[in-house]
């Protein structure tokens, strides 16, 4: 494999540790305010990027990949309000994606298809997760100023289950 893009996908199992690390993060903030669906819902999304990073890897060790683990990153956004963690999630999700563009674009770059074809599920689960992360900023926007609103949606964020990712190694 190119040492551009190990070195790269290496480094993306340490962003993907940290986004779980700052969803968790969030998580323990709406634990602190009483909005236990809130908490649920940024808890899996935890263990979703624990997931990814697993597949990174995954991936370095079944190309024969020496893999480096470097110390993660303390969270440290803001989260002065009950909407602040959910911008601050858009905006990270928005940073990942171009992670994952860049490590594409150095794939392209050596024709390395295989790197390309495992980067083509990452591609479509980042429209995904910006998708989910703005939707949940128009939410709060409509209802999250009312109590009433506000419960709702704590309940319907707190019916989120885990599920596996759909890509396999
Ligand atoms: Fe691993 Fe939320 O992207």
Redesign the pocket.
């Known amino acids: 494999m190119d040492q551009k893009v190990a070195d790269l996908l290496n480094e993306q199992i340490n962003k ?1 540790f940290y ?1 779980a690390y700052l969803y968790l993060d969030f998580a323990n903030y709406y634990a602190s305010v009483g909005l236990d669906g809130f908490e649920n819902w940024y808890k899996i ?1 935890a263990q ?2 624990r997931d ?1 990073a697993m597949l990174f890897y995954q991936y370095l060790q079944n190309n024969g990949q020496k893999v480096t683990f470097e110390a993660i990153a303390k969270p440290d956004k803001e989260l002065k309000d009950n909407m602040a963690p959910l911008k601050a999630g858009l905006e ?2 928005q940073y ?1 994606t171009s992670l994952i563009n860049d490590i594409y674009a150095a794939a392209f770059e050596v024709k390395d298809f295989r790197t390309m074809q495992l980067l083509d599920w ?1 591609v479509k ?2 429209g995904e ?1 910006e998708k989910n992360a703005s939707d949940m900023i128009t939410k709060m926007e409509l209802f999250g100023t009312d109590a009433k609103g506000l419960y709702m949606l704590n309940s319907e964020l707190g019916a989120r289950v885990y599920s596996a990712p759909s890509l396999t190694l």
């Open positions: 993907e986004s999304q979703e990027e990814h990270h999700e990942v990452f689960e980042q997760e």
